[in-house]
């Protein structure tokens, strides 16, 4: 079992900056591919960026391409993701996922464990 915790959300206005974070205290974590999703109310889950057990490969969602960063640092099992130029479509509920076994790095069923959230929220 592998347990995530996010944290780094928050209320921000819109043009500004978050770094939501992802930890584990599992040592396998450098094995699992990771990504971060979103939720906002009355829509369905969607994907918002994804980084491969290295941190060499990335994928990002159109919506937050250019805007946004993903990293991993296997060393303290940690992931995060910098948003910039924040927008009030951003807001959502952000949940980091992992999984050993990802083709398609946009498909939530593909990873294994979830956290549990956290709120992002950017005011016009």
């Known amino acids: 079992q592998v347990q995530l915790v996010e944290s780094g959300g928050g209320l921000v206005q819109a043009g500004g900056s978050l770094r939501l974070s992802c930890a584990t205290s599992?040592?396998?974590?450098?094995?699992?591919?990771m990504g971060w999703f979103r939720q906002a109310p009355g829509k369905e889950r969607e994907f918002v960026a994804a980084i491969g057990w290295s941190g060499s490969v990335t994928h990002y969602a159109d919506s937050v391409k250019g805007r946004s960063t993903i990293s991993r640092d296997n060393a303290k099992y940690t992931m995060h993701l910098q948003m910039n130029s924040l927008k009030p479509e951003d807001t959502a509920v952000y949940y980091c996922?992992?999984?050993?076994?990802?083709?398609?790095?946009?498909?939530?069923?593909?990873?294994?464990?979830w956290g549990q959230g956290t709120q992002v929220t950017v005011s016009s």
């Open positions: 996922a992992a999984g050993l076994t990802i083709v398609e790095y946009e498909s939530g069923y593909e990873y294994d464990y």
């Open positions: 599992r040592r396998t974590f450098g094995s699992y591919t």
